[in-house]
């Protein structure tokens, strides 16, 4: 097993770092599949962590170990059919999982989590753990919600769901075969921009994504006549909301279609709320990439209604980027 030591956040020298949380659950182990793949197209460790509460419920810390220690195994075990070569690290942490992902998001370059864990309601579309990740995490999150058809995997059935863009580029014939390409795939990743830092940023994550599995990038902006309420706004004839964002637009997408000129750039402007634009443009994507708060939204909210809608209804997992990476 790898350890954590020199496994930064990315930088100089350093080596990229996943960290996928695992409970056991099937949304878990889509998270975990997920991840698995990201961290070979990028040459990332994989860090699986679990994370048990012994105060939530009446059992034994040996039982409590066993537990953590038995889906560590089974995670393991699945990360390393998908990528036999990884590398993989894994933690055991007695306490909430929340904070625990918080923390080991601090030199993490990704975390990932599935929408909801063992613990969640059936009818809940985001998990509390999740939640608190996506607003807290230090570092960029995916959720991997359960968006595909269940299948026979290893024996088991489970639902496998969005993977990142680049793993239907493979084939799994058999466990520890070479793993081939399939030039028929056609992956494709959406980013909601808007100007805001935080997006921004989501589209420079999600064109070098892009750049390095091979995926088309659709690049959305939307506009809304703004809100009166009852008091008339003056709006010059000759204004064109449509044409004035493809001109901002294409002016926000000049530097990142230079630094990326192999990828296959679609720019859209459509006329709506950004929220379910971006979650209706999300299926059949393989990821949804947004800032954390755009604009217009408070100063202190850690996570935007955009980013939060999109996170509890996208069609596929969904990358959420802090302004502070």
Not at 123 to 151: D, K
Not at 223 to 251: C, H, K, N, Q
Not at 312 to 319: D, E, F, G, Q, Y
């Amino acid at each position: 097993m790898a350890t954590k030591e020199g496994v930064r956040r990315a930088g100089a020298e350093s080596v990229p770092r996943i960290v996928v949380g695992v409970d056991g659950s099937v949304g878990a182990m889509a998270a975990l599949e997920w991840a698995a793949t990201q961290a070979q197209l990028t040459g990332a460790v994989l860090e699986i962590v679990t994370a048990f509460g012994r105060g939530s419920v009446m059992v034994s810390a040996k039982e409590v170990d066993r537990v953590m220690r038995k889906d560590i195994d089974e995670a393991t075990a699945q990360a390393k059919k998908i990528a036999p070569e990884l590398t993989i690290a894994s933690k055991t942490h007695a306490g909430p999982p929340a904070p625990v992902l918080i923390e080991e998001s601090e030199a993490a370059d990704l975390l990932v989590v599935g929408s909801r864990g063992r613990g969640g309601f059936t009818g809940l579309l985001l998990g509390s753990v999740s939640r608190t990740c996506v607003s807290s995490a230090r570092c960029p999150v995916v959720i991997v919600g359960q968006h595909g058809p269940v299948v026979q995997t290893a024996g088991t059935e489970r639902s496998r769901t969005g993977t990142p863009p680049g793993a239907r580029m493979f084939n799994f014939p058999r466990e520890g075969a070479a793993m081939t390409t399939n030039p028929e795939a056609d992956r494709r990743i959406v980013v909601g921009l808007d100007g805001s830092p935080s997006s921004i940023a989501a589209l420079e994550w999600a064109a070098s994504q892009a750049e390095a599995t091979g995926a088309g990038l659709e690049v959305l902006m939307t506009w809304e006549w703004p809100t009166s309420y009852g008091m008339t706004i003056a709006v010059p004839s000759e204004y064109d909301p449509t044409r004035e964002s493809e001109r901002f637009l294409g002016d926000l997408l000049k530097p990142v279609r230079e630094m990326h000129p192999s990828v296959s750039i679609e720019s859209t402007v459509v006329e709506g709320h950004p929220a379910p634009v971006l979650v209706e443009a999300s299926h059949g994507a393989d990821l949804l990439v947004v800032g954390s708060r755009g604009h217009g939204e408070f100063a202190g909210m850690l996570l935007g209604s955009v980013s939060e809608h999109c996170v509890t209804n996208a069609h596929c997992p969904v990358l959420v980027m802090r302004d502070r990476m």
